[in-house]
């Protein structure tokens, strides 16, 4: 930590402490890992793959094998010498990939889409095709209450039929869940997963809100009933209590005899826990955002359908009932939808393995492919390569992109794209082209110098402001950097200026009292950072060179933004001869000289709310610009920051300068 009392002279960026306090992080910034026992990666794969092979393979596929470990060497090197001998005997040797993951890659979260994707991107089989049917089936419902809809609005479903999973597959699965709950779901926030097993419970099912001190069952791996309000103290959920612990009532899922299945997003119940012995699965996600809760539920489903079957014993389809959810007012909607999946099998001597998928939909649900248009010049470019149309349907569809060249327009440069459910990262053009560019090989692409020639230089602006920024930093002044927003109390009645509202482009839906507006002033900023540092020593000089945002009806989306130095003086006294002193050293930089015929700046009294009567004074710069203002603050402005000491301030504009 830097010494407080030599942290002014360093020309650091002070941050306002108070600000940084309330950042919440919702998710971490490294790529998702997901950790494969060799074995099972060669049991899905087909075949042995030496860790070269392997490594050069997701190579190829745009991934990397972050490390190769094992059970034991993980406990070990997380825990060192202070774990005992006999336990770590105990782990086992086998190794472990570690894979990292681009994080919009939901379907390669777990070995199975992952050794699907691979599979196909190796021609070892085909992407999988849908296609429409109708079938009748037990119709599965989850019936929507009206005292959640303002807590948790949102819940989707679906039940596979015939599972048959094993220690590896369960394990997946599970995993499967954590990874969707720490990256798509945002640690529960937006969407959480709960998995039952079906035939411990009746439909249909109740998705409803009941009052903590009234909700008891048995939680997930216990074997004594609590009610919510004991669970509330359980320090095992702790990272998910925040996003309901604050609701009068808390969201549940019952069955027809009122057994709890879930409390979401906390925990499930041990009721329905699912086992290796589970044959049916129902599936619940709750949300509060829909088309996410639609993406974690065909993500689950499309990868483990393939563990699931019709109960024929030599019949190699498989099915997934949809769960019709019904909204309070009365409005129907079935998810995903009624599909079959049929799967052929191959024997290489090692182990049977997916060979084909095909996917039978019924018409008009959210399982079906989408369909996109893009164009094979546009993909070129992008790329800076020279595909035909039919090479380039040959990449995509290794990369389970099933493509054609479009039927209706007869264009060869135009192909039709269909995107499986399994890619809900494929969203643009550019997306495709990315697929193109992976498929074809990076190494592959040749290096290419630009056609023209350019030199690079500065936006004039910003020059202007790197050049201020180093000599008022030389001069003994420390920058800060503060948010962009701000709250409307920041601008508006903390300065005096209520009118200032007017002028401000306002947050439509701010998360926070903080983040309201965009700021019209750097001095709010400048204030909350002083009053951040108040155990700093005295005198305390602080600038700021960054952009403020104006409301423009004349530009093209109604604001615009002007880059502004503001500078702040505090100590005992209110030091305006140093704030003053500043002012003309900035102005001495710009080679503007002090004088009122109209080609030099000059000062001149001026009554302004946020400063003090008679101390305060506008700057007029050539040809009789304004430029900004000077003066001691209102002692009224100063105590609304928690501040007590007086302040002297500057706050120009330097585009004039340009």
Not at 259 to 267: D, E, Q, R, T
Not at 492 to 502: A, H, P, T, Y
Not at 578 to 586: A, C, E, F, P, Y
Request: a negative charge; glycine letters at 6%; proline letters at 5%.
């Amino acid at each position: 930590m830097v010494n407080s009392t030599k942290l002014r002279h360093l020309n650091f960026r002070i941050f306002p402490r108070l600000e940084l306090w309330h950042v919440t992080v919702g998710i971490s910034d490294e790529m998702p890992v997901i950790g494969i026992k060799k074995s099972v990666i060669d049991r899905y794969m087909g075949r042995i793959y030496t860790q070269k092979e392997f490594e050069n393979l997701l190579f190829d596929y745009g991934l990397e094998l972050d490390e190769v470990t094992s059970e034991k060497a993980a406990a070990q090197k997380e825990k060192g010498l202070t774990m005992d001998e006999k336990d770590v005997n105990k782990l086992c040797d086998e190794e472990i990939y570690k894979i990292e993951l681009p994080a919009n890659r939901y379907d390669l979260l777990c070995i199975e889409g992952l050794s699907r994707a691979l599979r196909i991107f190796r021609n070892e089989m085909k992407p999988p095709t849908y296609q429409q049917c109708r079938r009748s089936h037990f119709r599965h419902q989850i019936i929507i209450k009206p005292e959640v809809l303002s807590i948790r609005p949102f819940v989707v479903g679906a039940v596979l039929v015939g599972v048959k999973l094993d220690a590896d597959s369960y394990a997946s699965l599970i995993d499967l869940q954590d990874k969707l709950h720490q990256n798509i779901c945002r640690k529960r926030t937006l969407v959480a997963i709960g998995t039952h097993d079906l035939d411990t419970v009746q439909g249909p099912f109740y998705y409803g809100a009941e009052k903590p001190a009234n909700l008891r069952f048995k939680p997930l791996n216990q074997t004594t009933e609590y009610t919510a309000e004991e669970m509330m103290r359980d320090s095992h959920l702790k990272q998910y209590l925040p996003i309901i612990i604050d609701k009068e009532r808390y969201p549940v899922i019952r069955d027809k005899n009122g057994i709890v299945l879930s409390m979401p997003p906390i925990i499930n119940g041990e009721h329905s826990k699912i086992q290796l012995s589970t044959r049916n699965v129902l599936i619940e996600v709750t949300a509060t955002h829909l088309e996410k809760a639609k993406i974690v539920l065909n993500t689950i489903v499309s990868m483990f359908s393939q563990y699931a079957s019709n109960g024929a014993e030599n019949d190699t389809s498989f099915l997934v009932e949809p769960v019709e959810v019904i909204a309070v007012d009365g409005t129907k909607c079935e998810y995903p939808a009624q599909w079959d999946i049929i799967v052929n099998h191959y024997e290489n001597g090692l182990h049977g393995v997916v060979l084909d998928v095909v996917v039978l939909l019924q018409e008009g649900f959210d399982l079906n492919d989408r369909s996109m248009i893009v164009s094979v010049d546009s993909i070129n470019r992008r790329i800076g390569l020279n595909l035909k149309a039919e090479e380039m349907c040959s990449l995509l569809n290794r990369m389970s992109l099933e493509t054609r060249v479009h039927s209706k327009e007869k264009n060869p440069d135009l192909l039709e794209v269909r995107v499986p459910i399994t890619r809900a990262d494929v969203l643009h053009e550019c997306d495709v082209a990315e697929d193109v560019a992976i498929a074809y090989g990076f190494n592959r692409i040749e290096q290419q110098f630009p056609e023209t020639y350019t030199t690079g230089e500065p936006f004039p602006l910003n020059k202007l402001t790197d050049l201020l920024r180093h000599d008022i930093a030389a001069a003994g002044w420390t920058e800060t950097l503060n948010f962009a927003l701000c709250s409307r109390d920041d601008i508006s009645v903390k300065l005096r200026k209520l009118d200032n509202l007017e002028h401000a482009v306002k947050i439509s839906n701010p998360k926070t009292s903080e983040f309201q507006v965009a700021r019209t002033s750097l001095l709010p900023g400048l204030l909350k950072t002083l009053a951040s540092n108040k155990d700093m020593p005295l005198p305390l000089r602080l600038f700021e060179i960054q952009d403020v945002v104006l409301k423009d009806l004349s530009t093209d989306i109604g604001a615009r933004n002007e880059r502004r130095l503001c500078a702040l003086y505090c100590s005992k006294t209110s030091g305006f001869e140093v704030i003053h002193g500043l002012l003309n050293r900035v102005m001495q930089l710009l080679g503007v000289k002090w004088t009122k015929d109209g080609t030099g700046y000059y000062i001149a009294a001026y009554d302004d709310p946020t400063y003090l009567d008679g101390r305060c004074a506008e700057i007029i710069g050539p040809a009789g610009i304004f430029l900004g203002r000077v003066g001691v603050l209102h002692p009224d402005v100063i105590t609304a920051y928690g501040l007590a000491l007086p302040i002297s301030v500057i706050d120009i504009t330097i585009e004039p300068f340009l």
